[in-house]
Every structure is written in structure tokens, then in C-alpha cells.
């Protein structure tokens, strides 16, 4: 992501443009050259970030739109992007990055402004982002430009495992019953957290065969669903974690058994483990997790623009990703 360094002098750049799909290979060089040179700062020198799935990265930019942006210099090159997504009234930015040699010249503020002032015309309610709490770098960087930290969100893992009961997969129906699943995912987001809409990523995820989602049914009606990626994050890796983007959950007290349909859904994909990324102000949720020998492997700080804060259901779970 943008970091803050010493001030010189900014180099010509023009932009915000459109990213379009034959701009990925150069994307996937800048994100991983940014967060490589961000880990050596950091002093882990030897962390080389890895290029990601290009898939992930079709995702990504249609999953976002019109917020999908990047910068050029004077040669053309790609210098900077930022992937911006409004999923209804939530927005949030990810990921983000400047080229090393062009950090600290104030492309990093234009990148995170143009992102924030596109999800305000969005109408969106909720503008965040997701940073490495240990770096002091872009937690002031982001201060500066009106964010405000919040809570961590913790990614916990369970091993893939079987399960008693038959997991109801969206990919499995047909046209119809996918239309009217995910109208009813919308529907419980929207009982939850008003405003909030997962349809395009669901929707997507389907259509790009990245993963799947769990639907769990109570009586006849729709008492949660996980949408999960479980194509390689990385490119050139294999299957190793199933991913839960969104997780939304009518009553806390259903989340073991949603937990336990998707170590089923791992198992069944051929992948080791489910990855849950739990926002810190569901503590049961993490307590459950621990409980049932869930390992906390990584810890991000979210951030929200100032009046763009998050606020969580009154009733009932809404994990959302703001990573891709």
C-alpha cells in the first residue's frame, strides 16, 4: 500500500484511468515490488511478495468497476493503483499501491483521495481499509489523510474435515434457484446491516468458478451463507485455504454449524483448511473459534474515514473481507 516517506518533489503522473485486464500483468509487478520493499522496511529482508492469481485479479477489478483505477508516468508506465469496491452502501479499498521509487512524492495521497471521493459519489455509508497494524509508516499515512483506526480483524484457520449435515451450494442449482438464493442472500444482508449487498460478488464468484456459497437453511428459510474462494491466491500455487470473503448469519448462535459445513466444503474442494477473517468486535465469534482449536495466523487494522465508520448488527453476524 501507500506509504509515507521523506517529501521530494512529485513526479509527473496521469491519472486516475480505468484498468483494464491486459494491465494486470504490470499491476501484479507493482503490487508485489510495493509490499516487498514494505516487509524489507519493516526488517523482513528476505520476504519476496509473491505475483498473485490472475484470476484474483480479474475479480478484483469487475468485482470493482468504475473504481478500479491506476496511474501512468510520463513513460506510460504504471506507477500506482487503487481498486476501490462498493458493495451497496459499504465501501472499502484494496489493494492499493505505489511503485517504491514514486512513494513519498504525494501519489500516494492522490490514490487514496481519488478512491474515497469516488466511493462517496457511490452514495457509500462505510469507506475503510484494511493495513498491517505493525507499520507505523501507513497507519500515520492514512491518519493524515482522515482515517481513524479501528478494531483488528483476525484471520483464524480449522482444518478441513467432514461434516454431518450436506452443504446447499449456490453453484449447484440452476439459473433459477441461483436467482432466487442469491435475491434471499441480499434480502438477510440487507435485515442485518441495511444498505449492505454481496449480490455482485456473489454473482461473480460463481460466474468466474472461483469458489462457491454455502447456504444454510433453518425450516425452510435462509438462516446464512459464506461466500468462499478457494482458487490459489497466488499464482502458481496450489489449493491450500478456503477463503470466506462474506459470512452472514441471521443468529450468532448458528455460526458452529456454518463453521462445520464449510471444513466440509474445504474437504470436498480438495483444500486443507478454511480461513475465517473475524472483525474484533465479534468476540464470541473469535471465542468460538478458539474454542474448537481454530489458530490465529495474522492480524490486520482497519481503518475508516472519518464519518464513514462501521457499525455492526444489532442482531446476528456479518463478517465482510476487505481483502481480495
Known amino acids: 500500500m501507500a506509504t509515507a516517506r521523506t517529501w521530494r518533489q512529485a513526479p509527473p503522473v496521469d491519472g486516475p484511468h480505468e484498468i483494464r485486464r491486459d494491465d494486470v500483468p504490470a499491476l501484479n509487478q507493482v503490487f508485489s515490488d510495493a509490499f516487498t520493499e514494505r516487509y524489507r522496511r519493516d526488517g523482513l529482508v528476505g520476504v519476496r511478495v509473491p505475483l498473485l492469481n490472475p484470476v484474483i485479479w480479474r475479480y478484483a477489478i469487475e468485482d470493482a468497476a468504475g473504481g478500479a483505477m491506476l496511474w501512468r508516468n510520463e513513460r506510460g508506465e504504471i506507477v500506482a493503483f487503487n481498486i476501490a469496491h462498493a458493495s451497496g452502501t459499504e465501501g472499502w479499498m484494496g489493494p492499493l499501491a505505489v511503485k517504491p521509487d514514486v512513494q513519498g512524492s504525494g501519489v500516494g495521497k492522490e490514490v487514496v483521495r481519488a478512491g474515497v471521493d469516488w466511493l462517496k459519489r457511490r452514495g457509500c455509508q462505510v469507506i475503510g481499509l484494511e493495513t498491517m497494524p505493525r507499520t507505523m509508516d501507513n497507519v500515520g499515512f492514512y491518519s493524515r489523510l ?142 468460538r473459534l478458539i474454542e474448537a482449536g481454530a489458530r490465529v495466523r495474522w492480524t490486520d487494522l482497519r481503518m475508516t474515514a472519518v464519518g464513514y465508520g462501521e457499525r455492526r448488527p444489532e442482531r446476528g453476524v456479518v463478517l465482510s473481507n476487505w481483502e481480495i
Open 146 to 287: 482522515g482515517f481513524e483506526p479501528g478494531r483488528l480483524t483476525f484471520t483464524l484457520t480449522q482444518d478441513a474435515a467432514p461434516g454431518e449435515r450436506l452443504p446447499l451450494f449456490l453453484g449447484r442449482l440452476g439459473s433459477r434457484d441461483k436467482a432466487e438464493l442469491i435475491e434471499a442472500c441480499r434480502r438477510l444482508t440487507a435485515e442485518r446491516l441495511p444498505g449492505y449487498d454481496f449480490s455482485r460478488e456473489i454473482t461473480l464468484t460463481d460466474e468466474l468458478s472461483l469458489g462457491d456459497t454455502v447456504a444454510l437453511h433453518d425450516g425452510g428459510e435462509l438462516a446464512g451463507f459464506a461466500l468462499c474462494h478457494t482458487v490459489p491466491l497466488v499464482e502458481g500455487r496450489v489449493r491450500e485455504e478456503l477463503r470466506v470473503l462474506k459470512l452472514v448469519l441471521r443468529r450468532e448462535e448458528d455460526f458452529a454449524l456454518m463453521a462445520a459445513l464449510l471444513r466440509d466444503f474445504a474437504r470436498r474442494s480438495g483444500t486443507r483448511r478454511v480461513a475465517f477473517r473475524v472483525q474484533g468486535e465479534y468476540t464470541r465469534v473469535y471465542a
